[in-house]
């Protein structure tokens, strides 16, 4: 192995930060053999980020906690956030955001008291949703399970990859679940099939082979380029494309129209690997007045 | 005394760093890694504790140890670093 200079360290760390896994870098580099040179500030910069994110983990675990208790009654399911990190060989050094909870229609309980489908606890943000899957999908299938969970990460990365954009950290958690769930292959490429996103679902599973050299399954291989550029150009959630940032500071008209001009630049490529699923998401979005059916997570 | 809630000592590759509940952190050196072990594992410690841990780490007369340990002590309550 090369040492890295200076540079490409500071490298490393603006990718970590764009793409929300400086923890996850921080336990990669305390790996590297101690003979494998690293400088001080990136070392200190790194333990720092951990212990940050560290400290947001285990509010939100307690939050979760707190959630769940309260909502008890209508046995809810948590989704992603901390559910996910429980599949990484550190959970706590996954960087944490809100707290997503489905709570099927009809339950008992399913809304915060005012009926609302947010609340904060701790100041933690919980989006509460009567939906698993993003996208509009309702496959025939047990929820949760190791296949539901599964397509339910694999929908969650595409609404966002044809819309704000998505990063990294979303990746590595259906990798590392690809690794840990003990799943049906078939069954799962049969869902895949149903919900018309085999192509996607080639496309995410070639990106994660390539890239985080972890077997995900797939029918057949896909360049996995265009993924990468999407990755790269906004990073978590796209927060970090130049356009974003300007939107968010402006008006909400501006963030709306922010929006609707990355999902038509994302064309090409939603026509491509999941058409049915990107038209349907801009006839919601047209119907709902350029609202997204779900709003997209704010971290 | 106790160490204060939230603050913590974290170490990787040879460097060390106390984090502050405030999300402000700070390099230290090993000899302060070390003491925050000790204390931190020890829950209630007094200068005795530290001055104890010191002398069998490092072998140095107990006099000596009692001194860095009690001016260890001085440095953490100077910064809030106790409870």
């Known amino acids: 192995m090369q040492p890295l200079s200076g540079e490409e360290w500071d490298g490393v760390l603006s990718v970590a930060a764009k793409q929300s896994v400086s923890g996850i870098i921080c336990a990669g580099v305390n790996s590297l053999p101690e003979s494998f040179p690293v400088p001080d500030k990136v070392i200190l910069s790194l333990m720092a980020d951990a212990e940050r994110i560290r400290r947001r983990s285990a509010l939100v675990s307690g939050v979760m906690e707190k959630a769940l208790e309260r909502f008890a009654e209508a046995k809810p399911i948590v989704m992603k956030g901390p559910a996910v990190a429980a599949y990484y060989p550190e959970p706590e050094l996954r960087e944490s955001g809100d707290i997503d909870l489905y709570i099927p229609k009809g339950a008992s309980g399913n809304a915060a008291p005012d009926g609302s489908s947010h609340i904060k606890i701790d100041g933690i943000d919980i989006d509460i949703h009567s939906s698993y899957f993003d996208l509009g999908l309702s496959p025939d299938i047990e929820i949760p399970s190791p296949e539901a969970t599964l397509l339910m990460l694999s929908a969650h990365i595409l609404k966002h990859a044809f819309s704000s954009g998505i990063g990294m950290r979303q990746i590595c958690d259906i990798a590392l679940a690809y690794r840990a769930l003990d799943y049906n292959p078939s069954k799962l490429l049969s869902l895949w099939s149903d919900c018309g996103l085999t192509r996607w679902n080639n496309l995410l599973s070639s990106f994660i082979r390539q890239y985080l050299c972890i077997q995900a399954p797939l029918v057949e291989a896909e360049d996995p380029e265009s993924l990468l550029k999407i990755v790269l150009e906004g990073g978590n959630f796209g927060h970090f494309a130049a356009s974003r940032r300007e939107s968010l500071s402006g008006p909400a008209a501006s963030r709306k129209g922010d929006t609707l001009k990355r999902i038509l630049r994302k064309a090409p490529f939603g026509l491509r690997y999941a058409p049915g699923k990107y038209l349907w998401y801009i006839f919601t979005l047209v119907k709902g007045n350029l609202k997204a059916p779900s709003p997209p997570s704010s971290f | ?83």
């Open chain 2, 1 to 83: 005394m106790t160490l204060r809630s939230g603050c913590n000592v974290v170490s990787m590759r040879g460097k060390h760093l106390l984090t502050l509940p405030d999300g402000r952190s700070f390099e230290v050196n090993e000899t302060f890694a070390f003491l925050w072990d000790v204390a931190a594992k020890a829950g209630e410690f007094t200068a005795e504790t530290l001055a104890d841990a010191i002398f069998y780490e490092y072998g140095i007369a107990p006099e000596v140890a009692a001194e860095e340990a009690s001016a260890t002590i001085s440095l953490w309550q100077e910064y809030s670093l106790t409870e």
